[in-house]
């Protein structure tokens, strides 16, 4: 019975070692735990995609082409609960500014009037 | 049977005197409207004897082509035997039909099998085909005349809606049968207009002429007489071919309209919209001819306004001596004018709805009375000699000529007219022009030889539109959605019909008077309407300040203009064009006052007029209501935080990029940035260009050896761009340096070689444009670190030129002026305000520093070149260590040495994709390989073992290679959130971003409900976002798109 309890010691010291050494090696690698956000990131890619054939302009906006305005995409004040609207947001300081900037959307060969713009100050 | 009466002469002038009386009371109910300066300038003129016309039958314009039809009695079996056929085919007729028969009336066939009823349906196939028809009816009596007319009429009507319609009236001398003609005559007259036919006048001729029908029958014309009836069917009824009015206007027998047009040529004005009643929309006044504005809207676009010849004008705007005859082919359908303003090249066709303007409206200054300005008081139409207004326009038929008002200024466009070549056209813009060969056939005024303009300028009127509409409905913030057709809503008055029926028709900027107080925004917004009309309907500025009401600028440029002064007809308060102007400016003060900021286009001309109006000359702009603080707005982005401002480890681990920038450029040129008050301006300066040139292929070189790469903005010293293409070009290749050369080899350092400086980005240095500044000033885009940077190395820079020779360089932050120097222009204006530093170091968003030496006025030797070459090349290299890749010792604030919102973009772009994550599917980008081994090595799943595909996986191989964040947290997207909320110190949290203005690139992006995350790089090919998709994609492109509103943003601090 001494033998065995020897024994039995032994093995729940190895185990405990080989446990805290596993623990260690472990705590040197990431761990996956990341498989939840598989179905979003696929969503939100596939949303992208649809997004930009629904509003190509989002992809040659100039956000930050001038001192003076700079054009932006994002959520619609007029549809707030409908997320597949878009707005664009012009941003200037001066009206002339705005102008230029709708001029510019005009260049690129959109019709702005096709779009929600909100203006906003720089 | 014939009556025997009494014959008086007994026309019918009611009308005429009801017109006359309300032509003297007019005024009065003009100026009860919302003071509308354009109604009480204009002065408006309202015929009140309205004739209704038929817009349902209505034969406007119909072309007289060759087959004619002429039904009547036995005067007109007279006008057969006389010969009329013949004369109505030497007119062009080829194809006559009479049906004509003694004692005939319309309900009785007298010597005919037919009446005149039945002889319609007898005829009906010549009148399907016909374009002409004389009615010869009434000489015999007949119970019911009135109705059976109308039948008749009708029934010509229902075969053939275009046909023109001729009535010949009853010219008699017999006594007894006089007083029942007279009152078949009276029924003619009155349901011309109605029924749209054309009265043949042979009354009168009889009336004039009594022997033309002799005694004793006095009824039946002799052969004087038949000849005599003959010619005036004949001229009536025009040649055919000839484009002629509705209902067969009467022709002058040579095809033209037989009334001439007030002027053919002179200046116009602005009028007020009209609705379908005729009505200006501002008041419940009718314009002239105001049922005509039934026709449609294009009639109510596109009306003019002369003083027509249907009465005399006296200098006070009242008429008198009006030509009934005239009137009435007037009123019968919108007779249409050619008008051509020869400076635009545009061209439209006019509805004459309207009468007016006022002989006074818009005379010349000093005028004032009868006789004055050209005027013969009473006047018929407008004497050639006059110099003021002689027409008017809407705003639609205004803006597509791209007229100039004609005021009291002198100036305006003189535009010509004449009667429309067509008739039967639709009223709005068109190709045609005045005295052009393909409308000469018609004119009214043969000698008319204006000369046919340049082609026309494209219509912009859709254009316009768009944007107005694009303005109107987002510049609300989205809050109007205004689908108010018959009126107007929001200060933009959005509607489906909005630009059709009332903003369009409205003066722009009308929302200044009545609207301004309950409108905040107004004032502005008027601006954008007004600049529009600028920009893009190419009206010039003292049109549109007239043309928004401001008669202000008229009034105060014109202090001794009596025509200002005077007291507009009907008083109103003693209202004038002067007081108006101070009321439609106060009406902007009110709406400025509550609490807008008015950023102008024409700051500083209004401020002249707001002195002006003040009465206190040193007012400053700033104190007008609001109106100050545009002198420090515009243009200001500083602290706009751009990530991509940073630009330690721009190219990490690579060649430091510097840009050398040698001054000047081989020709003048400017370039507006957007703000009209900013001008990029570049000219060529060809002793310091080629100077500075030799310097900059030294230093290019000498670098080049040392290990940088080196961009240069000319490839010859004669070659250059704008100052913000430079800028732009050192921002899009993210230099670690960038730095002007120039010399200025004159006066300044007094032409010590050895003397100059170097200038660095200055926080609060700006750029004022203007002469003396118009208060729009483009501010420092660079972030505050970049700045430091750039102080930093303009110090070393400094340094090492002195070091070399240039003993006396200094290294300067400028403080007040541009550098030690006088103050010195950048725009050849003198002296520039205190503060301002060259627009390529404002724009740009990297380091950039500004070397100026002097010298002999002849330039620098080759000696003195190489030495300031190589002082610029050592203080290159002190600044940007060669093979330190752009990651100095200073990381832009971020002492831990950590990377940073650059580095994270970079890393970012490195290691993905630029295209979706469909196109390479699991396959990741080679460089991604590597880093994302050292954290994951072993991941496996659905894209196979090894797995790149995780997104949490991507953000933390970027957050730690790129060294942004060695401790970022490596796995699971909520975990990552946790700890960069847990981490305030490291990272700020943007919870819930509108737009992508609210991101900078290098922001860490998390789906609202942690299920994702990404990282934004702005303006990036394929798309703002990189990204990776477990199990499906290796980090690729993406685009926020629909997720804006459902994501939230970590920075990096």
Request: with cysteine; charged share 20%.
């Amino acid at each position: 019975m001494i033998i065995n309890k020897k024994i039995y010691i032994i093995a729940i010291a190895a185990v405990a070692v080989i446990s805290l050494f596993a623990i260690f090696i472990f705590s040197q690698k990431p761990v996956d735990t990341n498989v939840d956000n598989g179905e979003s990131s696929l969503k939100f890619n596939q949303d992208s995609q649809s997004a930009i054939a629904a509003y190509p302009i989002i992809a040659n906006l100039p956000k930050d082409m001038s001192p003076v305005f700079r054009i932006d995409y994002g959520v619609s004040l007029k549809y707030p609960k409908y997320s597949k609207k878009i707005a664009l947001y012009i941003s200037s300081d001066r009206p002339d500014n705005k102008l230029s900037a709708i001029e510019y959307i005009y260049k690129m060969g959109y019709d702005p009037s096709e779009y929600e713009i909100i203006f906003k100050g720089l | 049977m014939l009556t025997k009466n009494n014959f008086k002469k007994t026309n019918i002038y009611l009308c005429l005197l009801i017109m006359v009386l309300s032509t003297l009371l007019l005024p009065l109910k003009v100026l009860a409207v919302d003071l509308d300066f354009f109604s009480a300038n204009d002065i408006l003129f309202y015929m009140p004897c309205e004739v209704p016309t038929s817009s349902d039958n209505s034969s406007a314009g119909a072309a007289s082509n060759g087959t004619i039809v002429l039904i009547g009695d036995s005067i007109s079996v007279g006008l057969q035997n006389v010969g009329i056929a013949k004369k109505l085919k030497d007119n062009g007729y080829t194809d006559v039909t009479i049906d004509a028969a003694g004692s005939r009336s319309m309900l009785s066939p007298g010597d005919s099998t037919t009446n005149g009823l039945q002889a319609v349906d007898a005829n009906k196939d010549k009148i399907s085909s016909a374009g002409t028809i004389v009615v010869g009816l009434g000489t015999n009596t007949e119970p019911e005349f009135e109705s059976n007319l109308k039948k008749m009429v009708k029934k010509i009507r229902n075969i053939n809606n275009n046909i023109r319609i001729f009535w010949t009236n009853v010219g008699v001398t017999n006594t007894g049968a006089k007083a029942s003609m007279d009152e078949y005559n009276k029924i003619i007259d009155r349901n011309k207009s109605a029924l749209d036919y054309t009265v043949i006048d042979w009354h009168k001729e009889v009336i004039d002429n009594p022997s033309l029908i002799p005694i004793p029958d006095g009824i039946h014309p002799g052969a004087n007489g038949y000849n005599k009836l003959a010619a005036l069917v004949t001229k009536s009824v025009g040649k055919a071919g000839a484009i002629s009015s509705s209902g067969g206007a009467p022709m002058d027998g040579t095809g033209n309209i037989p009334y001439d047009l007030p002027a053919t040529s002179g200046k116009t004005g602005l009028e007020s919209a009209i609705d379908e009643n005729g009505k200006f929309i501002h008041s419940s006044e009718k314009v002239t001819f105001s049922s005509l504005a039934k026709k449609g809207q294009a009639y109510r676009d596109y009306y003019i306004t002369m003083r027509w010849n249907y009465v005399s004008w006296n200098w006070d705007g009242t008429t008198a001596d009006a030509d009934n005859e005239q009137y009435a082919w007037m009123a019968r359908t919108p007779r249409m004018v050619l008008v051509t303003n020869e400076r635009t090249g545009k061209s439209i066709y006019a509805a004459a709805l309207e009468a007016g303007p006022a002989p006074w409206a818009g005379a010349a200054s000093g005028t004032s009375g009868a006789s004055r300005n050209g005027w013969h008081n009473p006047q018929r139409g407008t004497p050639s000699e006059y110099t003021g207004r002689v027409s008017g326009f809407p705003p639609k038929a205004f803006s597509a000529l791209g007229a100039r008002q004609g005021m009291s200024s002198g100036s305006g466009d003189v535009l010509k007219y004449q009667w429309a070549p067509n008739q039967n056209a639709t009223p709005g813009p068109t190709t045609d022009k005045v005295g052009s060969s393909n409308t000469q056939a018609v004119s009214s005024n043969p000698n008319c030889g204006c000369a046919s303009s340049s082609s026309p300028s494209a219509s912009t009127n859709g254009k316009f539109d768009k944007y107005l509409k694009a303005l109107a409905y987002t510049e609300s913030g989205g809050s109007y959605t205004v689908v108010n057709s018959s009126g107007f809503e929001g200060r933009y008055q959005i509607g489906p019909n909005y630009f059709n029926s009332y903003a369009d028709n409205y003066p722009p900027g009308k929302q200044l008077g009545p609207h301004a107080a309950t409108m905040p925004g107004d004032v502005q917004d008027a601006m954008v309407y007004l600049h529009l009309y600028e920009q893009y309907l190419k009206v010039d500025k003292d049109t549109l300040r007239l043309a928004a009401g401001w008669i202000w600028p008229a009034a105060a440029d014109s202090p001794n203009d009596p025509a200002m002064d005077i007291v507009l007809p009907g008083n109103n308060g003693g209202l004038t064009p002067r007081k108006y102007a101070q009321i439609v400016l106060g009406n902007m003060k009110k709406s400025a006052a509550q609490k807008l900021e008015l950023k102008y286009l024409d700051a500083p001309e209004f401020e002249k007029y707001y002195k002006k109006l003040d009465g206190n000359k040193n007012t400053p702009y700033g104190a007008f209501p609001g109106g100050g603080s545009s002198a420090s707005t515009a243009g200001s982005s500083t602290g706009n935080g751009n990530a991509n401002n940073a630009v330690s480890g721009a190219s990490t681990g690579t060649k430091p990029k510097i840009l050398i920038s040698p001054g000047h450029t081989g020709q003048t040129d400017t370039k507006m940035m957007g703000n009209p008050a900013i001008i990029d301006h570049i000219s060529p300066n060809p002793t310091e260009m080629q100077n500075v040139w030799d310097v900059a292929v030294i230093v290019k070189r000498k670098l080049e050896a040392k290990g940088y790469e080196v961009l240069m903005t000319k490839n010859s010293a004669n070659g250059g761009i704008f100052s913000w293409d430079r800028a732009q070009m050192a921002n899009d290749n993210n230099v670690d340096l960038a730095f002007e050369i120039h010399t200025d080899t004159g006066a300044t350092y007094n032409h010590d070689w050895k003397v100059g400086e170097v200038w660095s980005q200055w926080k609060d240095g700006y750029r004022e444009a203007g002469r003396n500044g118009n208060g729009q000033k483009v501010k420092l885009v660079a972030s505050d670190a970049v700045m430091a940077k750039s102080q930093e190395y303009a110090k070393k820079v400094a340094t090492a030129r002195q070091e070399a020779g240039q003993t006396g360089v200094k290294g300067v932050v400028g403080t007040g002026k541009f550098g030690t120097r006088p103050a010195k222009p950048f725009d050849s204006s003198y002296p520039t305000p205190a503060g301002n530093i060259p627009l390529v170091m404002l724009w740009s968003k990297v380091p950039w520093i500004y070397n100026e030496v002097g010298g002999a006025s002849g330039g620098l030797t080759d000696q003195q070149i190489q030495v300031y070459a190589e002082g610029l090349v050592n203080g290159v290299v002190e600044s940007v260590p060669p093979g330190s890749g752009g990651s100095t010792s200073s990381e832009c604030g971020n002492t831990s040495g950590d990377g940073d919102a650059t580095a994270i973009v970079e890393t970012a772009i490195k290691y993905s994709w630029d295209s979706l994550g469909a196109v390479h599917g699991c396959t990741p980008q080679d460089a991604y390989k590597e880093p994302w081994k050292k954290l994951y090595s072993g991941y496996s799943g659905a894209c196979g073992n090894p797995d790149y595909s995780p997104c949490n996986q991507f953000v933390g191989t970027v957050m730690r290679s790129s060294a942004a964040d060695n401790k970022f947290e490596p796995n699971v997207v909520s975990s990552q959130a946790r700890y960069m909320e847990s981490h305030p110190e490291k990272y700020t949290k943007i919870p819930n971003p509108q737009s992508t203005r609210d991101l900078e690139p290098g922001d860490i992006l998390v789906k609202k409900d942690e299920s994702h995350i990404m990282i934004y790089v702005g303006d990036k090919p394929g798309g703002d976002i990189r990204n990776g998709s477990l199990g499906k994609y290796a980090p690729a492109a993406a685009s926020t798109g629909w997720y804006m509103g459902d994501i939230k943003a970590y920075r990096l601090k």
